[in-house]
């Protein structure tokens, strides 16, 4: 299994933008997806974002088309994830998620290790 590091999160007011980091261990990164999710308090997880093995396919969930961008580094073992215009409702923790094989997915249980989780906070 890979290891994930998440960083980058904070607080921030309603408008701005925070860049997340997950840094993977292991010389395998470019055979995984990867993918970000989130729980609120009193939520499940959701999905927000994925990208496949190259980069070159990403999905994103609705809620946050158009304001975050999911991207990674290959040669840095690195997914981002970019949030711009951030809204109260964007408040969770943020994890990132590994699955072999390499296709995108938005379904949490396809993934096969997950980071420790950084909070986002948006205030109004």
């Known amino acids: 299994q890979v290891q994930l590091v998440e960083s980058g999160g904070g607080s921030v007011q309603a408008g701005g933008s925070l860049r997340l980091s997950c840094a993977a261990s292991?010389?395998?990164?470019?055979?995984?997806?990867m993918g970000w999710f989130r729980q609120a308090p009193g939520k499940e997880r959701e999905f927000v974002a994925t990208i496949n093995w190259s980069g070159g396919s990403t999905y994103y969930t609705d809620s946050v088309k158009g304001r975050f961008t999911i991207s990674r580094d290959n040669a840095k073992n690195t997914v981002y994830l970019q949030m711009n215009s951030l809204r109260p409702e964007d408040t969770a923790v943020y994890y990132c998620?590994?699955?072999?094989?390499?296709?995108?997915?938005?379904?949490?249980?396809?993934?096969?290790?997950w980071g420790q989780g950084t909070q986002v906070t948006v205030s109004s």
């Open positions: 998620a590994a699955r072999i094989g390499g296709w995108a997915t938005g379904i949490g249980d396809e993934y096969d290790s």
């Open positions: 292991g010389r395998t990164f470019s055979s995984y997806a």
